[in-house]
């Protein structure tokens, strides 16, 4: 495989993200991994940190070379005002969206192979004025993708939604037959293509308890669900099961024959699959022009700048997805 070039967003100043950054100078890479960060606040960190590093500044017409140990090659965004290690300060939220906008115009132009994005805090971008209900949507607008799938996976078990971050009060809504159905397409078509599954089995969560219960318990599934996926099962073949009850999808017998679980909104298959594999897991926006992935948590505010404290295990697992997907020796 040739040496792909990764730009990594540092995220919130003040969360784990810079130190998740810091943390891969301590290891040799087969890739090279571009850090989207202010420079200052780096250095500054790996002090907190006691984290020997050399940063080296980026430029673009860089030779795609093997990280090795010890120094981390950063392309600088400057911050808006001062950071201090686990205390939001909503005046940098437009730093976190600059930098978010150079990685994705970088993948844009082919001057980067991936991103791979450390944590936002989307509250605080929120407070500073910016309407922004995560990555998976900042992305789709910003490379002017028109729909996008976020889906996340650990061993054993991926997952996707049909919706993402919006209030649960809306979920019904924004669930159209046209939009599931899209959903779906685009989902199957990125497991083969991405994932190299030849037939992947998608299996479907209802939204009400119990799917529905023929109706008495929601009509979703009867009016909307159900007529949806009997459509695409006939016209495209895709290989659907469901919709299911949400409380015994996640059961042996299916998972064993699951490649997907669908699920109608975010904490109907978020907290199942995060109690499986949290820390070890990553989230892919599928649907985009380029190749995105994701840690699995948040900004652990309180735990930047301490060391001992931080798990730095789904950065590398979002890493080795960024490298392999798409490749044909997929190994994950
Ligand atoms: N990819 C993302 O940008 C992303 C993902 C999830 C949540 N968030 C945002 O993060 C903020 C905080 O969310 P939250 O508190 O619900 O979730 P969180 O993942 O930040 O924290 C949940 C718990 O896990 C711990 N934790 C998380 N990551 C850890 C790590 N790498 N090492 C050690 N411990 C870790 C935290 O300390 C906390 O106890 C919110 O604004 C949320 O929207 C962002
Ligand atoms: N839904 C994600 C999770 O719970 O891990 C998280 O909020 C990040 O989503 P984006 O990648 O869209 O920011």
């Excluded at 201090?84 to 005046?91: R, S, Y």
């Excluded at 490379?143 to 993402?164: D, I, R």
């Excluded at 599931?180 to 089995?201: A, C, G, H, V, Y």
């Excluded at 735990?303 to 080795?320: C, M, Y």
């Amino acid at each position: 495989m040739s040496i792909k070039r990764i730009i990594i967003t540092s995220g919130e100043p003040a969360g784990i993200g810079p130190d998740l950054a810091l943390f891969l100078s301590t290891e040799n890479w087969s890739h090279q991994l571009i850090i989207c960060a202010d420079k200052t606040l780096l250095s500054k960190r790996a002090q907190l940190l006691g984290i020997d590093v050399n940063l080296i500044n980026y430029e673009s017409n860089m030779k795609p070379i093997m990280q090795k140990a010890g120094s981390l090659i950063v392309d600088h965004i400057p911050l808006n005002d001062i950071v201090i290690a686990g205390k939001i300060n909503p005046n940098n939220s437009c730093y976190v969206l600059n930098i978010l906008e150079k990685a994705i115009l970088g993948c844009m132009n082919n001057e980067f192979d991936a991103i791979v994005t450390c944590p936002v805090h989307k509250g605080a971008i929120n407070r500073s004025g910016f309407s922004f209900s995560g990555h998976t949507e900042f992305l789709a607008e910003k490379s002017n993708t028109s729909l996008v799938v976020m889906m996340l996976s650990t061993k054993g078990l991926k997952v996707a939604l049909a919706t993402t971050h919006i209030p649960l009060s809306q979920v019904s809504k924004t669930l159209t037959k046209d939009k599931l159905e899209k959903t779906i397409r685009l989902l199957n078509r990125e497991l083969i293509k991405k994932f190299r599954i030849k037939s992947p089995s998608i299996y479907v969560c209802g939204l009400n308890p119990h799917a529905g219960e023929n109706g008495f318990l929601g009509r979703e599934e009867v009016e909307m669900i159900i007529p949806t996926l009997e459509k695409i099962r006939q016209k495209y073949a895709i290989n659907l099961i469901g919709p299911l009850p949400a409380d015994t999808i996640f059961n042996d017998k299916y998972l064993k024959k699951a490649d997907v679980i669908l699920g109608m909104y975010h904490d109907q298959v978020l907290p199942v699959l995060k109690y499986k594999g949290f820390s070890r897991s990553v989230n892919i926006t599928l649907g985009l022009p380029f190749i995105r992935t994701s840690v699995d948590h948040g900004t652990a505010l309180e735990f930047a700048g301490k060391r001992k404290a931080i798990n730095i295990k789904s950065l590398r697992t979002a890493i080795k997805y960024a490298v392999n997907l798409g490749e044909n020796h997929l190994k994950i």
